[in-house]
């Protein structure tokens, strides 16, 4: 089993900037790979960031690059989402996920989910 709790979600500005945690229970080296969703009231969830642990190797959405980064510490077990120049659009609930390895990344550990939002 692995536990994720996120911390860092708040109410900024327009152009601010916000850092999310997520503390793993677990080793994180040991996590195939780890991701940041999220979902505003009435939209589906979206993949925002992925990371796979052993290569280093990311991934982010379109809304989002340039903006976010997604790392790893894993002497901390922690799994970071730095947000710079924030957009009302980037408003949601955000959640820190951890997959294995299915012949794909395949996410079955969530967060409870940390709320970030966004004034103009």
């Known amino acids: 089993q692995v536990q994720l709790v996120e911390s860092g979600g708040g109410s900024v500005q327009a152009g601010g900037s916000l850092r999310l945690s997520c503390a793993a229970s677990?080793?994180?080296?040991?996590?195939?790979?780890m991701g940041w969703y999220r979902q505003a009231p009435g939209k589906e969830r979206e993949g925002v960031a992925h990371?796979?642990?052993?290569?280093?190797?990311?991934y982010y959405a379109d809304s989002v690059k340039g903006r976010f980064t997604i790392s790893q510490d894993n002497a901390k077990n922690t799994l970071y989402l730095e947000m710079n120049s924030l957009k009302p659009e980037d408003t949601a609930m955000y959640y820190c996920a951890a997959g294995i390895w299915a012949g794909y990344c395949a996410y079955n550990y969530w967060g409870q989910g940390t709320q970030v939002t966004v004034s103009s």
């Open positions: 990371t796979w642990s052993r290569t280093g190797t990311t």
């Open positions: 677990v080793y994180t080296y040991n996590i195939y790979c």
